[in-house]
């Protein structure tokens, strides 16, 4: 079994495998050889990953695309896709949506339009989507958007039920952009980051129509309420829609134990997977490890954040990363990562952190307390002063978070 440096290596070496084996380009590409588009269809990308994922559709069935709308985060347009001749790249707002994606929601209704009667088009869809793109319900505007979103990003609601929300404001989510189909038939190639690989969840699901409709609203503030629209009103419109998941969590977690093993590692994925506050999940993830026979432990998922009134900088995989930290404080024996695919983290720079038995400490010398930032969410400002910041920049992928775990067999070597 490694020593506690060459563990963290291993650590980074193990996620980063676990990206590879769900990067977008590769497995677009992959499905489209297996099942080749007609000649000229037009291809609608959206979402973080929406610029890799293009990019595998250019790869496996270049001859055949004509003209393709990619719209995603402005650092994730790439230039080799956004200079091809057809392509019109556009950027969204992320984490809050704001006037680019409501810009982008015309433009991507203007695309439709514009395609041939009877055209089959292609969708590649990863999440973000929800923010990224928008078309809002009449009588509804920019800064109500933005207020519930705000809203909802602090709330601690898990994705199913803010996409319940979100879609209420909408008339593109929850199937609603079948309409604006006007017949044509999709195809449509998902990435997966949320819970069950529920297509009608990915993106708020703007062309399958909710499986929800028997969940409770969750508990909102009267003026949220007075804004939604009940989706009793809705009526989906008909259309012929295929769709695959080419690539999900499971996947990753796969191949990053596959990884460990290869590294010599006995290594286990966890069920259930994460969900839940990030702290209490963290603490829980460090007191499973003190009390497991030495090998790498993997889970995945999407933890939440209830942010105070002032929050700071960081993300939930810091915020997940830091609690573990306190509580691994000491311990020679444990290291723990935990990081967004994607490689964005809340509203920080990083992916998430790598953290071990010494980060409290280290912080504490550049005169940081890690507890206090746990409490005003600013994650990130400790795990900077610690020097355990994971920073990867945009991944091409996008299947939520992973949190792996390295228990050596080095014995408590308690401080």
Request: proline residues 6%; charged residues 20%; aromatic residues 2%.
């Amino acid at each position: 079994m490694s020593e506690p440096r060459a563990a963290r290596q291993h650590l980074e070496k193990i996620f980063h495998s676990a990206l590879a084996a769900v990067r977008g380009s590769d497995r677009v590409a992959g499905a489209l050889r297996e099942q080749p588009l007609s000649s000229g269809a037009p291809v609608v990308a959206l979402g973080k990953a929406a610029a890799s994922m293009l990019e595998g559709a250019l790869q496996g069935a270049d001859a055949a695309v004509v003209s393709a709308l990619l719209i995603s985060k402005a650092a994730q347009l790439h230039a080799h896709v956004c200079g091809r001749p057809g392509v019109l790249c556009l950027a969204g707002g992320h984490p809050l949506p704001d006037a680019r994606s409501l810009a982008a929601g015309r433009q991507l209704l203007a695309f439709l339009q514009a395609c041939p009667p009877q055209q089959e088009v292609l969708f590649l869809v990863s999440g973000g989507s929800s923010s990224l793109v928008e078309v809002l319900r009449t009588g509804r505007n920019l800064a109500d958007l933005q207020r519930v979103n705000h809203w909802l990003l602090g709330s601690g609601l898990d994705i199913v039920a803010i996409n319940r929300v979100r879609r209420q404001l909408s008339a593109i989510k929850g199937g609603g952009l079948l309409h604006y189909l006007q017949g044509r038939p999709a195809r449509v190639l998902l990435m997966s980051d949320v819970p069950d690989d529920d297509p009608a969840v990915i993106g708020s699901g703007l062309l399958f129509p909710p499986r929800d409709g028997s969940r409770a609203m969750p508990d909102l503030p009267a003026w949220i309420s007075d804004l939604l629209e009940p989706e009793t009103q809705r009526v989906p419109a008909p259309a012929k829609v295929s769709y695959r998941i080419v690539a999900t969590l499971e996947m990753a977690l796969a191949a990053a134990a596959q990884c460990a093993r290869d590294l010599g590692y006995p290594a286990r994925v966890r069920h259930p997977g994460l969900a839940g506050d990030a702290g209490q999940c963290g603490a829980g993830i460090a007191d499973f490890l003190a009390g497991v026979e030495p090998g790498v432990y993997l889970w995945g998922g999407e933890t939440t954040v209830r942010l105070p009134r002032h929050p700071g900088v960081g993300g939930r995989n810091q915020q997940l990363a830091l609690s573990a930290a306190l509580r691994l404080s000491g311990r020679r024996d444990i290291e723990l990562l935990a990081a967004g695919s994607d490689g964005e983290d809340g509203n920080s720079q990083a992916a998430g952190a790598i953290v071990d038995g010494g980060t409290v400490a280290r912080a504490q010398a550049r005169g940081v307390g890690a507890r206090a930032c746990l409490e005003q969410a600013d994650a990130r400002r400790c795990l900077a002063a610690s020097g355990d910041l994971l920073v990867t920049g945009p991944t091409g992928t996008n299947v939520t978070d992973l949190v792996i775990g390295v228990k050596l067999a080095t014995g408590n070597c308690n401080a």
